[in-house]
């Protein structure tokens, strides 16, 4: 199979990158913007390998993305390329506007140009994998109720509300014209090679550093935490198994107070690095301004994926987040050359 991902330079995106070239005899071609978050830096490991190319193309390109597609002749297509920071979306919501929706709606209009080219056996083996977030369902309000792929959507953020837009036209261009989409929706993802601006790469290197952890409000959002490498494995299960115009949520069964992951990374670097003035890294937490319109909570309810194609996480949120902190303690250097300077790890988008 050739498998196109845009946003393969990204967080999630690299690891669906790694994790088909290094499980599979598919050939991959990553097409990505490369903007601040994307880092080809997170593709070493699988680079060099003769099933892999990169292609450096704006999804709202449409002549480069089309020539890309009768080159590389994709028979199937992961949609991971966007503006994905909610903070980042409020102090400049219109990024997103261009990336998601106009890149998605770009995007779209080439595959259904090039699939309706393809013979009729291509044809059946052709997908469209767009790749949300549970973000466009908005805020839980219940403690006990869960996101299921037929929640009504409610999103509170320009990030979200330019995804779930993004959710919409890929429906509609599969129910209009009949091209062959999936969509999942996916709670929140950590691991190795995320961008520092996020809470979880924020807080360790912020604490090695002896620097504030930033804890919005009271610290008591929820969250669902994914372990990223499990999540790649789910998306390219739903590309090659799942049905056409399904919806599939993913999410990793881990539900947990945002002070709760704060203190458990302070936990495992108070046993692995421990400060030179013997205290807990718990001293360095620091509650500011929560951020507009900030979310409660967000839980997967994630029976569907499981019943329809078997796929559970591997990884608690308590083996994850070990080998996440384990892991930026072995990269550092990464870390440091995938900051340029221009974001110094401040909570963004409370500006407003």
Not at 90 to 111: C, K, Q, R, S, W
Not at 165 to 193: E, F, K, M
Not at 309 to 338: A, H, M
Request: proline share 4%; glycine share 6%; charged share 25%.
């Amino acid at each position: 199979m050739r498998v196109l991902v845009t946003g393969g330079a990204g967080f999630i995106g690299s690891a669906v990158v790694r994790h088909i070239i290094k499980n599979t005899q598919d050939e991959v071609l990553n097409i990505d913007k490369l903007t601040y978050a994307g880092n080809l830096e997170s593709l070493t490991e699988v680079d060099q390998n003769s099933r892999y190319q990169f292609k450096q193309i704006d999804i709202c390109d449409s002549e480069a993305l089309t020539e890309a597609f009768n080159q590389f002749k994709p028979n199937l297509v992961m949609h991971l390329a966007a503006e994905s920071h909610v903070d980042r979306s409020i102090d400049g919501p219109a990024e997103f506007i261009t990336t998601n929706i106009v890149g998605t709606y770009t995007l779209l209009e080439v595959a259904r140009k090039y699939w309706a080219n393809l013979t009729s056996e291509e044809q059946t083996v052709f997908k469209f994998h767009h790749i949300s977030t549970d973000e466009v369902y908005g805020d839980l309000e219940g403690t006990t109720d869960l996101f299921t792929e037929t929640t009504p959507y409610a999103p509170s953020s320009p990030y979200s509300a330019s995804k779930a837009s993004s959710d919409h036209l890929v429906r509609a261009w599969q129910r209009t014209y009949g091209l062959p989409t999936i969509v999942t929706n996916c709670s929140n993802n950590y691991g190795p090679y995320h961008f520092p601006e996020k809470l979880i790469p924020l807080v360790i290197l912020n604490a090695l550093d002896g620097k504030p952890l930033p804890i919005y409000g009271k610290g008591d959002q929820i969250r669902d935490w994914l372990f990223v490498e499990d999540h790649a494995r789910a998306l390219y299960q739903v590309v090659t198994e799942g049905a056409v115009g399904e919806t599939y949520n993913i999410g990793g069964h881990n539900e947990k107070q945002n002070i709760e992951v704060v203190k458990t990374i302070c936990k495992i670097l108070d046993e692995l690095r421990p400060q030179e003035n013997h205290q807990s890294y718990e001293s360095l937490i620091t509650f500011v301004k929560d951020r507009p319109g900030h979310d409660l909570r967000y839980a997967i309810d994630a029976s569907k994926i499981k019943q329809d194609l078997g796929w559970v996480p591997e990884e608690s949120f308590e083996t994850g987040i070990r080998k996440t902190v384990e892991w930026y303690l072995n990269n550092l250097e990464w870390c440091r050359r995938v900051q340029d300077g221009s974001y110094q790890r401040e909570r963004l988008g409370v500006s407003a």
